[in-house]
């Protein structure tokens, strides 16, 4: 009687191998390749230092918190981290607002020459930043804005705003042309139209902008390193790479510094996943 | 309410005439019918009475005033799209809440005036119960409603209607219909009614204007129009099964289409002799009968190649062959007669209903 149970129990093991056993090697396989690294990262962040350069064994035998003691309590990451927020949040809020009006103009005004004006605004995403840094640069500098949040934040909102437009743009158009003209006879103006009836309808789609808005602002270095010259204005990853070594280098601070910077960008992504889930348009027009 | 004029309305989009000019005017409280083909310019038309669009040349006036260059907002207009276009988001009651909310802040209600507003329009609908829902949680025939409701809520000047029950099942389409014209009866408010469906157009408007091409073809009420259908698209548009068109030989003693002869009309038009003219014959006039029991005079035999019973009436396609010509009609069958495919019949059709046309305009002969 067991085993029967256990024969069948083997049995559909086997099945499932059968049916799904690739797909999981893959994911596992993929899994691994991508987390490695950050599993590493974590390691390394719980070693005491004089285990950090020795490799068996591979998992510590002792875990100290020490780096993290050091690197929020000790350093000014956690202001850069502060700073980071303000300028990821503001720079998200600024693309996404001058985005969506962006957006909605070209997506449902009559304008002339509306693929002219999607082209060039995505030929200007196509600069790579080093060529516009000195001019940049200098022109922060007339504007009194050198080494401030504002010239970071205000950068990575005009960097982010083609994406933010075409993204945008996109979604109004996927939004049935009936419910917009629905609101303008209903008495809208355009305006009232796009804050009633469009922004609502496009959630899905404000919700993926803004993520990927945040998410270039929090990793963005080039533009936060030259335009920041002080603790009190340095960003996260700025911070993590100026971090102090005099004598060595501090492979655990380091790790366990940017852990602390990795966490809130992935955690957003995991919190804004709920939201990417399209289908709020069904049952609008006929279906 | 408002009397609708439009006077010599035109719109292109690029070379390409949507619309050649049109010249219209819809009474006040009248429930007007735009009928055509898909692509004939009507839904633009509608477009333009709402203001979405710009016509390219001419004038828009409602009630005596222009409204061409006025927003939509501003021409106090309701449009019923045949997607309903009701707010996903939004439930019932804030679907037909919204034309009051967004109204222009001298004109908005109190906040329970609103309320009172929704609740009359919804009982009036039969969606009291349903206020709650939000669209997809709706059918069909409800979205319908919702749709009329946030049209009617505002009591606006005039109300648009673009192909609303096609998307409706057979037997809704019927009972909505009927609750069209009770809306109107008691409403009155000047109505514009866009459709393909000539059946629709036939029992809905007080009067209806065929489109094609971009051009009216022919104003009128329904009866009218199918009585005497002024070209050659209107008659073979308006009426199922469509009306027979065949190419005709005018004689002395009457007509002679292939090898079926027809009595002459007695306000024939004053044509030549021998001109050839198109002939038309409603399928309802054109009687079929067994060819054994021919009495009827001009009668002409045929075999029977279709046939569509259709409750009252059975439709049949008979194939006449006199060795030169062939020609292919239906008609009706007599009461009683239910012919076989390939059977020999006789074909015969009344003088009174017959209408003739100039084959080469298209324009219909004749006083009538």
């Known amino acids: 009687m067991r085993r029967s149970d256990d024969d069948q129990a083997g049995s559909t093991m086997m099945v499932w191998i059968r049916a799904h056993g690739f797909t999981a090697c893959v994911l596992l396989f993929v899994g691994l390749f991508c987390l490695g690294p950050v599993l590493w990262q974590a390691v390394t962040s719980l070693k005491p230092d004089q285990d950090l350069v020795r490799l068996p064994p591979l998992i510590p035998e002792r875990v100290t918190s020490v780096h993290y003691d050091r690197v929020l309590l000790q350093s000014s990451l956690p202001r850069s981290l502060a700073n980071s927020m303000v300028v990821a949040a503001s720079a998200t809020v600024t693309a996404i607002v001058v985005g969506a009006f962006c957006a909605f103009a070209l997506a449902r005004l009559p304008i002339a020459g509306k693929s002219v004006i999607l082209g060039v605004a995505l030929v200007t995403s196509m600069f790579p930043p080093i060529a516009v840094i000195s001019p940049l640069y200098l022109l922060m500098r007339e504007f009194g804005l050198r080494d401030t949040l504002v010239a970071v934040g205000l950068t990575h909102a005009v960097y982010s705003l083609p994406l933010a437009v075409w993204l945008l743009t996109s979604f109004f158009q996927q939004l049935p042309k009936e419910l917009y003209q629905a609101a303008r006879i209903d008495g809208c103006t355009p305006v009232q139209a796009l804050l009633t009836i469009m922004l609502p309808l496009a959630r899905p789609g404000l919700a993926v902008a803004a993520l990927l808005v945040f998410i270039y602002s929090w990793n963005e270095f080039m533009f936060a390193l030259t335009l920041t010259a002080s603790d009190t204005t340095r960003t996260a990853p700025v911070a993590v790479a100026l971090f102090p070594g005099l004598y060595e280098i501090p492979w655990g601070d380091l790790a366990a510094a940017s852990l602390v910077v990795t966490l809130p960008v992935a955690g957003l992504a995991l919190a804004f996943q709920r939201h990417i889930i399209a289908g709020l348009t069904a049952g609008s027009v006929k279906g | ?368």
């Open chain 2, 1 to 368: 309410m408002a009397e609708v004029r439009i006077e010599l309305i035109e719109k292109r989009i690029g070379q390409k005439i949507i619309l050649h000019p049109i010249t219209l005017t819809v009474h006040d409280g009248e429930f007007f019918v735009l009928v055509g083909p898909s692509g004939c310019g009507k839904s633009t038309l509608l477009s333009l009475l709402a203001g979405l669009d710009q016509p390219t040349a001419g004038r828009i006036l409602f009630d005596g005033s222009d409204v061409t260059d006025l927003e939509p907002r501003e021409r106090d207009v309701a449009l019923v799209f045949q997607s309903y276009a009701l707010y996903p988001h939004m439930t019932v009651r804030e679907n037909m809440a919204f034309p009051l909310r967004v109204a222009p802040r001298a004109k908005r209600l109190e906040r329970n005036r609103i309320e009172e507003e929704v609740q009359r329009v919804a009982g009036f609908l039969g969606l009291s119960a349903l206020l709650d829902r939000r669209p997809r949680e709706l059918s069909g025939g409800q979205r319908q409603r919702v749709a009329l409701g946030r049209a009617l809520i505002r009591k606006p000047r005039l109300f648009l209607l673009d192909e609303p029950l096609s998307n409706l099942d057979a037997q809704l389409r019927a009972s909505m219909r009927a609750e069209l014209l009770r809306l109107h009866k008691e409403l009155k408010v000047t109505t514009i009614y866009v459709t393909h469906d000539q059946t629709e157009a036939m029992t809905l408007g007080d009067r209806l204007a065929a489109l094609s091409q971009g051009r009216i073809q022919q104003i009128g009420r329904p009866h009218d129009i199918y009585a005497a259908p002024v070209n050659l698209f209107v008659a073979g548009f308006m009426g199922y099964p469509p009306m027979n068109l065949l190419s005709a030989r005018l004689r002395n003693d009457g007509l002679q289409a292939g090898p079926l002869h027809l009595t002459r009309p007695s306000d024939a038009p004053t044509v030549d002799q021998e001109q050839i003219v198109t002939v038309g014959l409603r399928p309802e006039d054109v009687v079929v009968a067994p060819a054994t029991d021919s009495g009827n005079e001009g009668a002409g035999f045929g075999i029977v190649r279709l046939t569509e019973p259709s409750g009252p009436t059975l439709w049949v396609t008979a194939e006449l062959n006199d060795h030169s010509e062939v020609v292919t009609i239906s008609g009706s069958a007599q009461a009683g007669f239910v012919p076989k495919i390939g059977e020999r019949v006789a074909v015969s059709g009344p003088r009174a209903t017959l209408h003739l046309f100039d084959p080469t305009t298209g324009q219909r002969l004749g006083a009538s």
